[in-house]
């Protein structure tokens, strides 16, 4: 079965820091990965996705990345904000079945 | 656009009564996913839909539990005679549809059983 851990369960930094939270999977069909956001009370959000073709991408203050010789990838926040406190989930999908493997999530709290 | 809708946002039942859970998908989207997640976890796939088709019912607990996305009308997750071990928020995430798109998210319903 499929396994997605983080390497972190919190994460504390300072606002105007750079974040990295780690995700590692055990699937190697895996081929679509997913980074969430969610506050609490509220839905996972959407942050970034990326799929198995590329091994980096960026959005808007952010940039995965993906390693799929390790199976890992990872999320970058540039210039942390106190609106990025939340837990962030990786997602990763089971091969060909589009639902969807989530990891335990890492708590980011962010230092004025 | 109008979001993921999940109504109510709040379910409290007792013990051995039916709790119903509705989720309508954002417009557009025929692609429906119901997930569970417990405090401090993860969130557990238990059923993706597609309208009036239930493609993939892995996650589901086989007693107890049904989801059905009628050809009009929201997406249903019903749990019967629900038991303390229900308790937890359910959430409901709807795509467009093909592969490898992203999952968006309603706020969910937190089902509390006395």
């Known amino acids: 079965g499929e396994n997605v851990g983080l390497h972190l369960p919190t994460l504390s930094v300072q606002e105007g820091d750079n974040s990295i939270i780690n995700c590692a999977y055990s699937?190697?069909?895996?081929?679509?990965f997913i980074w969430y956001k969610q506050e609490s009370g509220k839905g996972p959000q959407f942050i970034i996705d990326?799929?198995?073709n590329m091994d980096k991408r960026q959005g808007q203050r952010v940039t995965v990345l993906l390693n799929k010789t390790v199976k890992h990838l990872s999320l970058q926040i540039a210039a942390t904000q106190p609106g990025d406190s939340a837990v962030y989930f990786c997602?990763?999908?089971?091969?060909?079945?589009?639902?969807?493997?989530w990891g335990l999530g890492t708590s980011l709290a962010v230092n004025p | 656009n109008a979001g993921v809708m999940q109504n109510p946002r709040h379910l409290v039942r007792r013990r051995g009564q039916e709790a119903r859970l509705r989720c309508s998908p954002m417009k557009g989207h025929s692609h429906v996913y119901w997930y569970r997640q417990l405090p401090e976890e993860g969130l557990k796939f238990m059923v993706y839909?597609?309208?009036?088709?239930?493609?993939?019912e892995s996650g589901m607990p086989k007693e107890r539990f049904s989801a059905e996305f009628p050809k009009e009308g929201p997406s249903i997750l019903r749990i019967q005679q629900v038991v303390r071990g229900d308790s937890a928020a359910y959430f409901c995430a709807s795509s467009p549809g093909g592969s490898n798109q992203p999952q968006h998210f309603g706020d969910g319903t937190r089902l509390s059983i006395l």
């Open positions: 839909l597609q309208k009036e088709n239930i493609i993939d």
């Open positions: 699937n190697s069909a895996s081929d679509y």
């Open positions: 997602a990763v999908n089971a091969g060909n079945n589009r639902k969807l493997i």
């Open positions: 990326i799929r198995s």
